[in-house]
């Protein structure tokens, strides 16, 4: 299910917006929730409290905090979620395009081209969706990126999921509390292994064997199950053939 914010603080452009998108998202038989928003403050304090969006649009011109300042700040808490800018300015179509926003679209063409935006939005996050894993526990609902997970371990009852050092991580620790084998089916990925009862690799990460260690692109030493050695080394090596 899609979470998509719409804020403009123009009542009925607003809800403009809102009935062109459900229609839209009707139409493509999406499962999504709208939340709507008058001004840009609200919606980033919504964020900062741990509102996860997939989508959002912006108008760019609000008092108290433009929509281009809210998309700088919204970048920095959800690097993931993309963003469509609506206004009637064309002057500010070079910097939303700098500011890497997904579509720029001109108020006066909302129905023509928002459904278009739309359309393309939806296509590349169910990419994504496919692609990452969701963590979500009391404090943080996040979607993490396959290709950023480096290995998971068992703590307790909880998953530790370490992360490449990717641009957009402040923290490279997320913790989750489920079982390593409630992790893994969730996964549902070839790229991913039990190599010991206490880790799951993700098998793009791993460089190389060392007697009976697995060593990972960041240095990380993992010790391998003696049971599950020749297994390992086996399903690497057809990893490689067939991925790298």
Avoid at 36 to 49: K, M, N, V
Wanted: proline share 3%; glycine share 2%.
């Amino acid at each position: 299910m899609l979470q998509i914010g719409i804020c403009d603080d123009e009542p009925l452009l607003l809800n403009e917006i809102k009935e062109i998108t459900e229609d839209c998202l009707q139409h493509q038989q999406v499962f999504s929730i709208l939340s709507s928003f008058t001004d840009g403050r609200t919606l980033l304090y919504e964020i900062q409290d741990g509102k996860h969006f997939d989508l959002l649009l912006l108008d760019i011109e609000m008092p108290d905090l433009s929509g281009m300042e809210l998309a700088k700040q919204v970048h920095e808490l959800l690097p993931d979620a993309l963003m469509i800018f609506v206004t009637a300015h064309y002057k500010y179509a070079v910097d939303a395009y700098e500011l890497h926003i997904f579509r720029y679209i001109p108020k006066n063409q909302l129905k023509e081209r928002l459904p278009h935006a739309l359309k393309d939005a939806v296509s590349l996050l169910e990419i994504q969706n496919t692609d990452s894993y969701i963590i979500s526990n009391q404090n943080r609902l996040e979607r993490i990126p396959i290709r950023e997970i480096l290995y998971i371990e068992k703590d307790g009852k909880n998953a530790i999921f370490h992360m490449t050092a990717a641009e957009n991580h402040t923290d490279t620790i997320r913790r989750l509390r489920k079982t390593l084998t409630e992790v893994f089916d969730e996964l549902h990925s070839e790229e991913f292994y039990f190599i010991e009862r206490g880790f799951i690799i993700n098998l793009r990460h791993v460089t190389g064997i060392s007697h009976s260690d697995c060593i990972l692109t960041d240095q990380t030493r993992l010790p391998i199950s003696q049971s599950r050695l020749s297994e390992f080394k086996k399903k690497l090596n057809s990893y490689w053939k067939d991925k790298v």
